[in-house]
């Protein structure tokens, strides 16, 4: 089973911008443009190309950071957690939160490894011998390589005459490429 990627008429003819995030700037964005422009949730959410819902969730999250909420379960967080949270408008969860959303990750990638389906989309099916699939691959490699690393290894920067790996990895590659055609052919 392959996820489709969502029609377009979700973002109400808008493009939606690929992979959103919601950095500090876009939430304290979108906080004034709600609270302060009194602007509607449709309004905003054409604004951003993403959706109304998501400009909702946001909205919720950022309530609960106002109250000083755990962002889950809306329990109040502890003083210490509260003096964390500073400036910032990204909302935090409890420990006990924290913790079940760890336990929850963790059985849902040993439920995908165990049907070898690829351990970061769940969806998709794990490439022979890897833990993900080709796309979740890609799509780490491409973040890394942004960022001037390696897209394997993702830690030391890509080597002076490559597009994309390291010193390293790049010599990893060409040994396991000769060691694969020497069991093939030998
Ligand atoms: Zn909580
Ligand atoms: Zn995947
Ligand atoms: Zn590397």
Sequence with gaps: MVLQPRADSYTYGVKPIENFVWTEERLKQTWDMKINQGRSSLDIAKTLHISKTRVHNAMRRM???????????????????????GNRMTSIRCPKCNQAKRDLQHELRERARAMELCGVCHVRPALKGRTACKACISAAHRRRNKKGLCGHCGERPIRKKGKALCIECTVKMRKDAQLRRALNHG
């Design 63 to 85: 309530y609960r950071r106002m109250y000083a909420q755990c962002v889950q379960c809306g329990d109040p967080l502890s003083e210490d957690l509260r003096d964390s949270l």
